[in-house]
Nanobody, 126 residues
């Protein structure tokens, strides 16, 4: 059974920082594409950042220079460090492995899996 679990969300004041963690089973962590998404109530889900097995990263323009995605192969964990948080960053943040991230990045290679964590709430107050 595969596992993908997020943690690290919380309530923070504007300008503060949080680090989100996504712990994945070895079988899906070894896949090429993983990403962090966020969705606020009534708004469309958007890709925040992605990372490949080789460590190549991409970021949404809205978070460039503030957020950093990274991975720890030994811990089979992907992180999202969020600095200089703004109220508009408030959302449920979810970790994805497989098809969704690949397609969002424009990669058309076939994937037999598309896994999501349960999500973690990030709330940034003014």
């Amino acid at each position: 059974q595969v596992q993908l679990v997020e943690s690290g969300g919380g309530l923070v004041q504007a300008g503060g920082s949080l680090r989100l963690s996504c712990v994945a089973s070895r079988s899906i962590f070894s896949g090429n594409y993983m990403g962090w998404y966020r969705q606020a109530p009534g708004k469309q889900r958007e890709l925040v950042a992605s990372i490949t097995s080789g460590g190549s990263t991409n970021y949404a323009d809205s978070v460039k220079g503030r957020f950093t995605i990274s991975r720890d192969n030994a811990k089979t964990t992907v992180y999202l460090r969020m600095n200089s948080l703004k109220p508009e960053d408030t959302a449920v943040y979810s970790c994805n492995a497989g098809l969704t991230t690949a397609r969002t990045m424009g990669i058309m290679a076939p994937y037999s899996y598309d896994y999501w964590g349960q999500g973690t709430q990030v709330t940034v107050s003014s």
